[in-house]
C-alpha cells in the first residue's frame, strides 16, 4: 500500500487543513436557501500550486492530481462518502454480477458505449489496455507499480470488454486505473516521461484542456460531448496563486470563485470575506501516537491503555484545534466502509488510569508520578519541529499525561531527520506524526508484523510500533479477498485489536477548509485521492 503522496507533500511542513470536531462537512455560513446551477459562466479555482505536468501518472502533486480530475476519467471514482462509484465502466464488478470470478483472480469490466475522446476518437478497451502497458514503461521513481504489477494478462475481447487475470487475489483492485490514456494519441511515444502530451493532454472528462500558460493559469473549457452531458459551466481556469494574502483578497475581490486546502491560520479571514461560504470537511489525514513495544514500559498493555485513557482528544481539538479536526478512534477514515460505526469513541477516564497503572504494578508519588521498583512513569514523544500546530498539540498531550500522574518529555526533530532516522530505525520511545489515509483500508504496511522496520526487509516496513500480534496477521491476510463484507468484517476484527492493544493511539483527523463563493452551487469536498473535483461537471452559478 501506498501512502498517497498527493497530500504527503504537505505533511512535513504540516498543516494545510482545517475543520470541526464533528464527524460531517459543515458550513460554517448559514446557507439559507439551496441553489440551482444555470448553465454557462467561468469559473476561476485558485490553486497555490502549479502542476510540473498533466499526465497523472507521471506526478503525485496535488495540482496535477485535481487538473487530471477534470480531463480524465477512470473506470471507477470514489464520491465523497467514501462509495465507489463506475465511471468508464458500467458497473462496479462483484462476485455476484460476475464482475469477480469465483477465485477472484480474474475481473471482467464492461465499459460504458459512444464515450468519446476531446478529439472525438472512440474511448474502447484498447484505451485501458494501454494504460497498464505504458505504466509498466514508466520509470519506478515517478510512480508506484503497486497492483498493476500483480497484473498477469489484461485483455480486449471486443471493443467494450476488459479482463484482467491477477498472478494473486488483489483486493484493492478497484483503485487501480483511476485515469485512462488515449491510445491513439499516446502510443506513439517511445519515452511518455518526455512526450508534449503530458502539457496538452486529451481525455474523455468532463474538460477539455486550452492553454497553459506558465506561472499563472490553465484553462479549461466545457467538453460538449462529456457521456453524462455538458458540465454546467462553459470554462474553468485553474489559477496559481501561491501567495495566501494574495489568495484571500482575490477571492474577496471576486478574481477567484473557489479554493481548497487553505491554511488554518486563515479560517477567521475567510469567514469574514461576505460573498465566501467556508465548507470544512474532514481530510484523510490522521495524526497519532506510536509507542514503541520494544522499550520495557509498554510491554505491559494496560500501561499502554492508561496513556490512550489519559488523553483528552476532545478537548485538544475543542480547544488546540479550535475545532478544526474530526476525532478518531481508529486508523480507518470516517466514511470508510471499513471503519466500525459501533465502536465507539473513547473519552479521557483518570479513575479508569488509576486502576490501570495499579494493576500494573505502579504507584503514585510525592510529586504526583506514578513509580515502580524506584523508577518514574516517564518517557520521551519525538515529533517534528517547525510546526506550531503539532507543537501545540504535543505539548497539550504531555500536561495532559503528567496530570494523570505520567511525566512526558517533547523532543523536536526536523522533518528530514524524523522520518528518515527516527522512524525509520525506531530510534525512538513515543513517536507523533501523521498519516494518510488509503481510499483501501489495507494497512497491512502498518499493522502486519512483516512490516516492523529491520535489517531483514531493508528498513521499509512501516510498523513503527513494532506490533507484533499473529491474529492480527492472520486477519489482514485473509482480508486480501474480494469479497467486501467478509473483508469489512476482518478489518472490524482489526480495529478492535488495536483498541484493546494500542500499538497505536489514533488522535484525530484534520479537517480541509474550502473558501467557496456564494454563488457556486453543487461543491461536494471530497477528501479522497479524487478529489473536490470529483463532481465538477455539476458545479454552476446559482441562478
Same mark, same amino acid.
Given at each position: 500500500?501506498?501512502?498517497?503522496y498527493?497530500?504527503?507533500?504537505m505533511?512535513?511542513?504540516?498543516?494545510?487543513? +482545517?475543520?470541526?470536531?464533528?464527524?460531517?462537512?459543515?458550513?460554517?455560513?448559514?446557507?439559507?436557501k439551496?441553489?440551482?446551477?444555470?448553465?454557462?459562466?467561468?469559473?476561476?479555482?485558485?490553486?497555490?500550486?502549479?502542476?510540473n505536468?498533466?499526465?497523472?501518472?507521471?506526478s503525485?502533486m496535488?495540482?496535477?492530481a #485535481?487538473?487530471?480530475?477534470?480531463?480524465?476519467s477512470?473506470?471507477?471514482?470514489?464520491?465523497?462518502?467514501?462509495?465507489?462509484?463506475?465511471?468508464?465502466?458500467r458497473e462496479?464488478?462483484?462476485?455476484?454480477?460476475?464482475?469477480?470470478?469465483?477465485?477472484?483472480?480474474?475481473?471482467?469490466?464492461?465499459?460504458?458505449?459512444?464515450?468519446?475522446?476531446?478529439?472525438?476518437?472512440?474511448?474502447?478497451?484498447?484505451?485501458?489496455?494501454? +494504460?497498464?502497458?505504458?505504466?509498466?514503461?514508466?520509470?519506478?521513481?515517478?510512480?508506484?507499480k &503497486?497492483?498493476?504489477? *500483480?497484473?498477469?494478462?489484461i485483455t480486449?475481447?471486443?471493443?467494450?470488454?476488459?479482463?484482467?487475470?491477477? *498472478?494473486?487475489?488483489?483486493?484493492?483492485?478497484?483503485?487501480?486505473?483511476?485515469?485512462?490514456?488515449?491510445e491513439h494519441?499516446?502510443?506513439?511515444?517511445?519515452?511518455?516521461?518526455? /512526450?508534449?502530451?503530458n502539457?496538452a493532454?486529451?481525455?474523455?472528462?468532463?474538460?477539455?484542456?486550452k492553454?497553459?500558460?506558465?506561472?499563472?493559469?490553465?484553462?479549461?473549457? /466545457?467538453?460538449?460531448?462529456?457521456?453524462?452531458?455538458?458540465?454546467?459551466?462553459?470554462?474553468?481556469?485553474?489559477?496559481?496563486?501561491?501567495?495566501?494574502?494574495?489568495?484571500?483578497a482575490?477571492?474577496?475581490? #471576486?478574481?477567484?470563485?473557489?479554493?481548497?486546502?487553505?491554511?488554518?491560520?486563515?479560517? &477567521?479571514?475567510?469567514? /469574514?470575506?461576505?460573498?465566501?461560504?467556508?465548507?470544512?470537511?474532514?481530510?484523510?489525514v490522521?495524526?497519532?501516537?506510536?509507542?514503541?513495544?520494544?522499550?520495557?514500559?509498554?510491554k505491559?498493555?494496560?500501561?499502554?491503555?492508561a496513556?490512550?485513557?489519559?488523553?483528552?482528544?476532545? /478537548?485538544?481539538?475543542?480547544?488546540?484545534?479550535?475545532?478544526?479536526?474530526?476525532?478518531?478512534?481508529?486508523?480507518?477514515?470516517?466514511?470508510?466502509?471499513?471503519?466500525?460505526?459501533?465502536?465507539?469513541?473513547?473519552?479521557r477516564?483518570?479513575?479508569?488510569?488509576?486502576?490501570?497503572?495499579?494493576?500494573?504494578?505502579?504507584?503514585?508519588?510525592?510529586?504526583?508520578?506514578?513509580?515502580?521498583?524506584g523508577?518514574?512513569?516517564?518517557?520521551?514523544?519525538?515529533?517534528?519541529?517547525?510546526?506550531?500546530? *503539532?507543537?501545540?498539540v504535543?505539548?497539550a498531550?504531555?500536561?495532559?499525561?503528567?496530570?494523570?500522574?505520567?511525566?512526558?518529555?517533547?523532543?523536536?526533530y526536523?522533518?528530514? *531527520?524524523?522520518?528518515?532516522?527516527?522512524?525509520r530505525?525506531?530510534?525512538? &520511545?513515543?513517536?507523533m506524526?501523521?498519516?494518510?489515509a488509503g481510499?483501501?483500508?489495507?494497512?497491512?504496511?502498518?499493522?502486519?508484523?512483516k512490516?516492523?522496520?529491520?535489517?531483514?526487509?531493508?528498513?521499509?516496513?512501516?510498523?513503527?510500533?513494532?506490533?507484533k500480534?499473529?491474529?492480527?496477521?492472520?486477519?489482514?491476510s485473509?482480508?486480501q479477498?474480494?469479497?467486501?463484507?467478509?473483508?469489512?468484517?476482518?478489518?472490524?476484527?482489526v480495529?478492535?485489536?488495536?483498541?484493546?492493544e494500542c500499538?497505536?493511539?489514533?488522535?484525530?483527523?484534520?479537517a480541509?477548509?474550502?473558501?467557496v463563493?456564494?454563488?457556486?452551487?453543487?461543491?461536494?469536498p471530497?477528501?479522497t485521492?479524487?478529489?473536490?473535483?470529483?463532481?465538477?461537471?455539476e458545479?454552476?452559478?446559482s441562478?
Open positions: 500500500m501506498r501512502f498517497k498527493i497530500l504527503c507533500l505533511l512535513t511542513s504540516m498543516i494545510f487543513f +482545517t475543520g470541526c470536531g464533528s464527524r460531517n462537512q459543515l458550513d460554517l455560513k448559514k446557507n439559507t439551496p441553489s440551482v446551477a444555470v448553465d454557462g459562466g467561468q469559473l476561476i479555482y485558485g490553486s497555490q500550486y502549479e502542476p505536468t498533466l499526465n497523472p501518472y507521471l503525485d496535488l495540482a496535477c #485535481e487538473l487530471s480530475r477534470i480531463i480524465f477512470g473506470l471507477f471514482i470514489m464520491d465523497d462518502k467514501g462509495n465507489w462509484i463506475a465511471d468508464l465502466a462496479v464488478p462483484t462476485i455476484a454480477n460476475g464482475g469477480i470470478s469465483p477465485d477472484g483472480l480474474t475481473v471482467t469490466y464492461h465499459l460504458k458505449n459512444n464515450i468519446l475522446w476531446h478529439d472525438g476518437a472512440p474511448f474502447t478497451a484498447r484505451d485501458v489496455v494501454f +494504460t497498464w502497458q505504458a505504466i509498466q514503461k514508466i520509470p519506478d521513481k515517478i510512480l508506484s &503497486e497492483g498493476y504489477n *500483480r497484473i498477469a494478462e480486449a475481447p471486443d471493443a467494450h470488454t476488459v479482463v484482467l487475470r491477477f *498472478r494473486e487475489v488483489y483486493a484493492p483492485f478497484l483503485k487501480l486505473f483511476p485515469y485512462i490514456l488515449p494519441l499516446a502510443a506513439k511515444y517511445n519515452d511518455i516521461t518526455k /512526450a508534449e502530451f502539457r493532454p486529451v481525455g474523455t472528462g468532463p474538460f477539455v484542456f492553454k497553459w500558460t506558465v506561472a499563472d493559469s490553465i484553462v479549461l473549457e /466545457a467538453n460538449r460531448r462529456y457521456y453524462k452531458g455538458k458540465p454546467k459551466l462553459d470554462s474553468l481556469v485553474y489559477k496559481f496563486v501561491p501567495d495566501q494574502k494574495i489568495l484571500l482575490q477571492l474577496k475581490s #471576486e478574481q477567484i470563485h473557489l479554493s481548497s486546502n487553505m491554511s488554518i491560520n486563515q479560517i &477567521e479571514q475567510v469567514k /469574514a470575506i461576505s460573498n465566501v461560504k467556508s465548507v470544512v470537511s474532514s481530510s484523510m490522521w495524526e497519532h501516537l506510536d509507542l514503541n513495544l520494544d522499550n520495557p514500559l509498554f505491559d498493555v494496560k500501561v499502554r491503555q496513556i490512550k485513557y489519559a488523553i483528552d482528544r476532545k /478537548a485538544i481539538v475543542e480547544k488546540v484545534l479550535r475545532n478544526n479536526a474530526f476525532i478518531t478512534n481508529t486508523d480507518q477514515w470516517a466514511f470508510s466502509w471499513a471503519n466500525n460505526p459501533d465502536k465507539k469513541l473513547s473519552g477516564d483518570i479513575s479508569h488510569v488509576q486502576q490501570l497503572l495499579t494493576q500494573a504494578g505502579w504507584k503514585e508519588g510525592s510529586d504526583g508520578i506514578y513509580q515502580k521498583d523508577k518514574k512513569l516517564s518517557f520521551t514523544v519525538a515529533t517534528t519541529a517547525g510546526d506550531n500546530l *503539532r507543537s501545540n504535543v505539548q498531550i504531555a500536561q495532559q499525561l503528567k496530570d494523570a500522574g505520567i511525566n512526558v518529555e517533547v523532543q523536536f526536523d522533518s528530514q *531527520r524524523f522520518f528518515t532516522e527516527v522512524l530505525y525506531r530510534n525512538f &520511545e513515543v513517536a506524526f501523521a498519516w494518510v481510499v483501501d483500508p489495507d494497512n497491512s504496511i502498518l499493522w502486519h508484523s512490516n516492523v522496520p529491520s535489517i531483514y526487509n531493508g528498513y521499509a516496513g512501516k510498523n513503527y510500533s513494532g506490533w500480534n499473529p491474529n492480527v496477521d492472520l486477519l489482514l485473509q482480508a479477498t474480494v469479497d467486501l463484507d467478509k473483508r469489512r468484517q476482518l478489518y472490524f476484527a480495529q478492535d485489536f488495536m483498541t484493546a500499538p497505536s493511539i489514533p488522535l484525530f483527523y484534520y480541509n477548509l474550502n473558501a463563493s456564494n454563488s457556486i452551487v453543487n461543491f461536494k471530497n477528501p485521492l479524487y478529489s473536490n473535483f470529483w463532481n465538477v461537471w458545479w454552476g452559478f441562478g
